[in-house]
């Protein structure tokens, strides 16, 4: 018995320590904001739609922040899903073609934290195949982010301004 709880005693300090050392170790906000434009960058050079749809939060409003796409085809499919399915295709037709990824490029200006909600103050661009095309020209705006996760959160973009 006495072994029992000795053992018992010992995993619970050493769950307990591992818990400390992951809290202790997770990313500040500003390195947090930081990752969440470098994965969408990535999520573009790699051909991967999933990495970069994963970074919008489930309450971002496609057709709010992106009104041509009210336009598209959706089928029985949400919009959503819809924009998801072409950003694959798109991304898939490139990669396929041996053509370069869309550029997207970023600056961090400031980032706030207030009530919970996170406000970051950025200029982003979207450069197309090739090179030359400007999708978004170098647009300075407010991001909303919203945190999931509590011991080793992530970021997920709920709203920004227009990048139109």
Do not use: C
Request: glycine share 4%; charged share 25%; net charge negative.
């Amino acid at each position: 018995m006495q072994l029992r709880t000795t053992s018992l005693l010992a995993a619970t300090a050493i769950f307990a320590v591992v818990l400390l050392v992951l809290w202790a170790s997770r990313p500040d906000t500003d390195e947090q904001v930081a990752q969440l434009f470098a994965d969408i960058r990535t999520g573009l050079e790699e051909y991967d739609a999933d990495t970069f749809m994963a970074r919008l939060d489930e309450d971002y409003d496609i057709a709010a922040h992106w009104p041509r796409a009210r336009e598209l085809p959706t089928g029985d499919a949400s919009l959503r899903e819809t924009v998801h399915t072409l950003a694959v295709r798109y991304l898939t037709a490139l990669k396929l073609r041996g053509s370069n990824p869309p550029r997207f490029t970023f600056e961090i200006h400031d980032v706030a934290e207030t009530d919970g909600a996170i406000v970051v103050d950025a200029t982003v661009t979207l450069d197309d195949v090739p090179r030359t095309v400007r999708v978004t020209p170098a647009r300075r705006a407010s991001f909303r982010l919203r945190r999931h996760g509590w011991l080793r959160p992530t970021l997920r973009i709920i709203g920004h301004d227009p990048l139109r």
